[in-house]
């Protein structure tokens, strides 16, 4: 399974930037796709995540700023940051939990997946 994440950059206080992330390759059945952020120095941590059903679960810091979302069929999602600040800056990285083949999802086992992570810049 290959995570090609596209849409970091740079951006002043108050704007707005896209990401993007397309999952390929052998999946039998996403179950989550989401963002995480990794400040320098600090462990990733979760920014946002949605389920196959539309579900989604926010970090504090960014609920009514940002909003994900997904394709389920061309297998993509999405987070549009809004009203982005200098804290939101970080290595943004795309994560998907799946279940590679019919076997895994009957025995409850899943896959996680990582992108290679795009960079958000926000100046004060």
């Known amino acids: 399974v290959q995570l090609q994440a596209s849409g970091g950059g740079w951006v002043q206080t108050g704007g707005s930037l896209r990401l993007s992330c397309a999952a390929s390759?052998?999946?039998?059945?996403?179950?989550?796709m989401g963002w995480y952020r990794q400040f320098p120095g600090h462990q990733r941590e979760l920014v946002a995540v949605i389920t196959t059903a539309g579900g989604t679960n926010y970090a504090d810091s960014v609920k009514g700023r940002f909003t994900i979302s997904r394709d389920n069929a061309k297998n993509t999602v999405e987070l549009l940051m809004n009203s982005l600040e200098p804290e939101d800056t970080a290595v943004y990285y795309c994560n998907v939990v799946a279940n590679v083949d019919l076997k895994s999802r009957k025995d409850g086992r899943t896959s996680t997946y990582w992108g290679q992570g795009t960079q958000v810049t926000v100046s004060s």
């Open positions: 390759g052998n999946i039998y059945r996403i179950i989550v």
